[in-house]
């Protein structure tokens, strides 16, 4: 069934259990990315779907665990639409308005940010991990035209990691938070997970 309802009884957001959530906060801990609350919810709002309908045919959430890894795959799902790009690729003019808003919510968190070559060029705070050559590293924050978003130091040869989040505004205001937490330390190096 399509279109709308004014029912009010139907929720203005994702729809997940508490569960699922940290079901899937969990699988996101064993992961090479990092990823932002709206897509940790929104593979928690397909877990929960999926759950109920296990239950539906006699089959309880906790019996999953034994045959698969259902909240880990549910996250790699749901992650695969953030990290790819629809076809056609995302234009060049798109891509830099995304960095702009990147650029504009760093900077709303107290952050220095400025577009630099092909990515977002953010100054490493006192906390920030070591990285780069002699450890003074800046952070380089890319959205790819094919692709998600990534951040890695800012340096030659460094290690690049997936912030899986909307490729739109809201994404970027919830990349610069991820952003905002390396740098001052709160994340400790994710490189070396």
């Not at 090479?32 to 296990?54: C, F, K, N």
């Not at 130091?153 to 460094?158: M, R, S, T, V, Y």
């Not at 938070?177 to 190096?189: H, I, K, M, Q, T």
């Amino acid at each position: 069934m399509t279109g709308t309802t004014t029912d009010s009884t139907v929720p203005d957001g994702p729809v997940f259990s508490t569960e699922s959530y940290a079901a899937v906060e969990k699988a996101a801990k064993s992961r090479r990315s990092l990823y932002v609350p709206s897509v940790l919810e929104h593979a928690a709002e397909l877990l929960t779907a999926l759950w109920a309908a296990g239950e539906k045919h006699g089959v309880a959430p906790t019996e999953w665990g034994w045959t698969t890894d259902l909240a880990g795959g549910t996250l790699d799902v749901v992650s695969r639409q953030y990290e790819s790009a629809p076809k056609p690729e995302r234009t060049i003019a798109k891509v830099v308005s995304l960095q702009g808003h990147l650029v504009h919510a760093l900077n709303e968190l107290g952050l220095t940010a400025r577009l630099g070559g092909p990515g977002v060029i953010v100054t490493r705070g006192p906390d920030t991990p070591r990285g780069g050559f002699h450890g003074d590293a800046d952070i380089d924050v890319r959205i790819y035209s094919d692709g998600g978003w990534a951040f890695s130091f800012a340096a030659d040869g460094a290690s690049v990691m997936s912030i899986v989040a909307p490729a739109s505004e809201a994404g970027a205001s919830q990349v610069a938070e991820v952003v905002r937490a390396f740098v001052r330390g709160e994340l400790g190096n994710v490189f070396r997970r």
